[in-house]
């Protein structure tokens, strides 16, 4: 990347919610758009969360899943994520917060700079995507859903997501955060 000409950050701490807060956190732009590095979102893809910050949307959400105009091409996800772990837990973060968004995880997602410092996320992991959703519905943020498209990834590794551990940790920090729930 840096080969490339891009600017890259450097965070000494583990975890896709660390990584995501040292890279928001260096940012330089007004509005962030962030997508997971393994192909599975086309970035020149993006100007439905353009024109959603344009209108004044604090958080832009893709939406991968067809009842959002979403597209999950073949091999994309894995059954279980698709059919039990996505949905499940998008349901309950629905329930509990009433939350608009559909698609509580997908990994193509735009915020602006000043809802990033409104929200002061904490997570360091898989539950990073949660917090975004919920503090942004918990403070009142203007939330908006852009079909999007998850492709097959393109990693020569396997992913470092483990469903039934980070979903557990995910659904942890959702009852939590709602304790009316308890």
Do not use: Q
Request: charged share 25%.
């Amino acid at each position: 990347a840096e080969r490339a000409g891009a600017r890259v950050i450097r965070v000494e701490a583990k975890g896709y919610g660390s990584a995501l807060r040292g890279g928001i956190a260096a940012a330089h732009g007004k509005w962030i758009i962030m997508g997971d590095a393994d192909d599975s979102y086309d970035f020149s893809a993006i100007e439905g969360f353009v024109a959603k910050f344009r209108e004044g949307y604090d958080l832009v959400m893709g939406c991968r899943l067809p009842s959002g105009g979403g597209v999950i091409a073949p091999g994309a996800m894995p059954w279980k994520n698709r059919w039990i772990g996505n949905p499940t837990l998008s349901f309950i973060g629905r329930l509990f917060f009433r939350c608009p968004a559909r698609d509580f995880h997908c990994g193509l997602r735009g915020l602006t700079k000043a809802a990033y410092r409104t929200m002061e996320l904490k997570t360091t992991g898989m539950e990073f995507a949660s917090e975004m959703v919920i503090k942004a519905t918990l403070l009142g943020l203007r939330i908006v859903e852009v079909p999007t498209t998850l492709h097959k990834d393109g990693r020569s590794r396997t992913p470092r997501l483990r469903p039934w551990r980070d979903g557990w940790r995910d659904l942890r920090f959702m009852l939590l955060y709602c304790a009316r729930w308890l």
